[in-house]
């Protein structure tokens, strides 16, 4: 998937392999009961097993551009501008709170320690989170790292203005979990 130019994405690169080995071994039970004689209920098994691996695990991510702050989860899109976010914190996942009182968990990123310094090295001339144009500095992974990097570009934020946070639900991972439960149905009534 290409990104816009002047946006940068992280994910942990875990779970993003972990997505895409399950999405391979779901594809390959789906084509192995799909092939085989009394398979049915394994086609429908790797059918889900490979949605629910795409969606859980590879396709959440966070991505920062010069105006806003964008959560991908498993099937909505949040974006908040770098104005409405309150403070950020991390106890299981990063969870991102903003001037209205909500708070949107991150999927794409679990809490961990940072691995190393490189993890907490901010990119531009500034110390700033925010991408400026080509720039291609790796962003970090880790909880901690991305919680204090918010955290500071959000400091000066004024907590009486509406956060302006929209949400979008997303076509295509909301199909396939439908698929996901469909083949459930499926599979048990056949």
């Known amino acids: 998937m290409s990104q816009p130019s002047g946006v940068k994405a992280t994910r942990q690169r875990f779970n993003v392999y972990i997505g895409w080995i399950g999405v391979v071994i779901g594809a390959l039970l789906a084509v192995a009961g799909a092939f085989s ?15 629910l691996s795409f969606c859980v695990m590879a396709r959440p991510s966070l991505r920062f551009t010069a105006d806003a702050v ?9 974006t908040l501008p770098w104005e409405g976010i309150s ?4 106890r299981g996942s990063l969870v991102i709170h903003d001037n209205d009182g909500g708070r949107t968990t991150v999927w794409a990123i679990g809490s961990q320690k940072a691995r190393s310094d490189r993890d ?17 500095v ?4 880790s909880s ?27 076509p295509f991972p909301t199909a396939l979990m439908v698929l996901a439960v469909v083949c459930v149905v499926v599979g048990i009534l056949a």
């Open 144 to 170: 901690r790292a991305l919680r204090e990097a918010i955290n500071a570009e959000t400091v000066d934020n004024p907590t009486g203005t509406p956060s302006g946070k929209s949400v979008r639900f997303l």
């Open 70 to 78: 964008i959560v991908s989860n498993v099937v909505r899109e949040v």
């Open 37 to 51: 004689h009394s398979g049915r209920p394994m086609l429908y098994f790797g059918a889900v097993f490979a949605a």
């Open 120 to 136: 907490m090295q901010t990119s531009g001339a500034a110390g700033s989170w925010r991408p400026e144009p080509g720039s291609l």
């Open 138 to 141: 790796e962003l970090p992974t």
């Open 87 to 90: 403070h950020t914190d991390s």
